[in-house]
């Protein structure tokens, strides 16, 4: 099992930026595909960006493509979400899980999940 703690959310205005990490115990990180993903009061879950274990595929969700950037760096098994011009309803809690695949079309891919970090753009 992975243990995953994010961490970076905050108060932000609109057109800021935010970074936020996310640090995997427990395990061998690369063996791992990391999702972001992020659930606003209300509505659903939302699958945002996947990572393959050793950082060579991508894929963003439609709505944070060339805004957002998924990186990870595997010595400090830790997964990052770079977030730029920050809209107000990217208000929600961001979540890192760990799977086997790297996707986003689906959050049941991923077995383990942090605890989210509150993420807050006002206008």
């Known amino acids: 099992q992975v243990q995953l703690v994010e961490s970076g959310g905050g108060l932000v205005q609109a057109g800021g930026s935010l970074r936020l990490s996310c640090v995997a115990s427990?395990?061998?990180?690369?063996?791992?595909?990391m999702g972001w993903f992020r659930q606003a009061p209300g509505k659903g879950r939302e699958s945002l960006a996947a990572?393959?274990?050793?950082?060579?595929?991508?894929i963003y969700a439609d709505s944070v493509k060339g805004r957002f950037t998924i990186s990870r760096d595997n010595a400090k098994n830790t997964v990052y979400l770079e977030m730029n011009s920050l809209k107000p309803e990217d208000t929600a809690v961001y979540y890192c899980?760990?799977?086997?695949?790297?996707?986003?079309?689906?959050?049941?891919?991923?077995?383990?999940w942090g605890q989210g970090t509150q993420v807050t753009v006002s206008s």
């Open positions: 899980a760990a799977g086997l695949t790297a996707t986003i079309a689906s959050s049941s891919s991923y077995a383990d």
């Open positions: 427990g395990v061998t990180f690369r063996r791992y595909a």
């Open positions: 990572i393959s274990g050793y950082g060579l595929s991508t």
